[in-house]
């Protein structure tokens, strides 16, 4: 089933049904924009509580089955309890020793692919039904897997898997570590002079990509400075806050 789901053959399933659900979304926005005034009502929090706890299990499972996929192996996963909240969490380090950027690049995707996946299953689901329980489930999936993936997970910026992606793709290790070592190298050395400060760029290729992703997390860390300094553990915490918010 792995190999299957992640291979041409599920590559082309996923864009029809994504690019499918993306043309009967535009199609029913006018309702699918009224029903989001009512994402935070009080009798909406539970099933946007279900939602949650339901899509992030998949998302975890997106990545292990991806991990194993490539030949990597996954001995920790299981639940932990944020905000009074079960939230999954899976042990995919051995990624990391992937001769392939893409395959560790796709692993730190999975989670997203699998999220956008469901929220397309969930749209077909929303639009053929009623006001009901099923249509008010089926609009929350759709809700936290869209706006979560978009807004969190996919951004470069912050410390989630677009970050490791990003990371995986250019092949620079410790991104954001080696980013602020850059700046601290320019700092020393163009503005008091110091000669003798380390440089984590080990060529121009790293130099540019280093100081870009310097300016543009620090410019966002100025907009955002709570997430700035998230770490592995409190990255989910940060997370769970402003979904909670």
Same mark, same amino acid.
């Given at each position: 089933v792995a190999r299957l789901a992640f291979s041409w053959v599920g590559l082309a399933v996923w864009l029809a049904v994504v690019v499918s659900a993306l043309k009967l979304v535009v199609d029913h926005f006018p309702e699918l924009r009224t029903q989001s005034q009512g994402i935070l009502a009080p009798g909406n929090l539970f099933w946007l509580y279900v939602a949650l706890v339901v899509i992030k299990t998949l998302h975890e499972f997106g990545h292990s089955i991806a991990c194993r996929r490539f030949g990597g192996e996954v001995h920790t996963m299981g639940v932990m309890f944020l905000l009074f909240t079960p939230i999954p969490y899976m042990d995919a380090t051995s990624s990391w020793a992937f001769k392939s950027r893409w395959h560790r690049a796709l692993v730190g995707a999975a989670g997203m692919i699998v999220e956008v996946f469901v929220?397309?299953?969930?749209?077909?689901?929303?639009?053929?039904?009623?006001?009901?329980?099923?249509?008010?489930?089926?609009?929350?999936?759709?809700?936290?897997?869209?706006?979560?993936?978009? %807004?969190?997970?996919? *951004?470069?910026? %912050?410390?989630?898997?677009?970050?490791?992606? %990003?990371?995986?793709?250019?092949?620079?290790?410790?991104?954001?570590?080696?980013?602020?070592?850059?700046?601290?190298?320019?700092?020393?050395?163009?503005?008091?002079?110091?000669?003798?400060?380390?440089?984590?760029?080990? *060529?121009?290729?790293?130099?540019?990509?280093?100081?870009?992703?310097?300016?543009?997390?620090?410019?966002?860390?100025?907009?955002?400075?709570?997430?700035?300094?998230?770490?592995?553990?409190?990255?989910?915490?940060?997370? %769970?806050?402003?979904?909670?918010?």
């Open positions: 929220a397309a299953i969930a749209a077909f689901v929303w639009a053929k039904t009623g006001q009901g329980l099923v249509n008010s489930i089926a609009y929350n999936m759709m809700f936290i897997a869209s706006v979560s993936t978009v %807004l969190f997970n996919a *951004n470069p910026l %912050l410390r989630f898997d677009g970050y490791y992606i %990003l990371s995986d793709l250019l092949d620079i290790p410790n991104l954001h570590q080696r980013s602020l070592s850059l700046l601290r190298h320019v700092w020393e050395s163009r503005v008091f002079g110091v000669k003798d400060t380390f440089n984590p760029a080990r *060529n121009a290729r790293e130099t540019f990509w280093l100081g870009a992703f310097s300016v543009a997390s620090n410019i966002y860390r100025v907009r955002w400075p709570a997430t700035s300094t998230a770490s592995l553990s409190s990255r989910r915490f940060s997370y %769970l806050s402003r979904i909670a918010s």
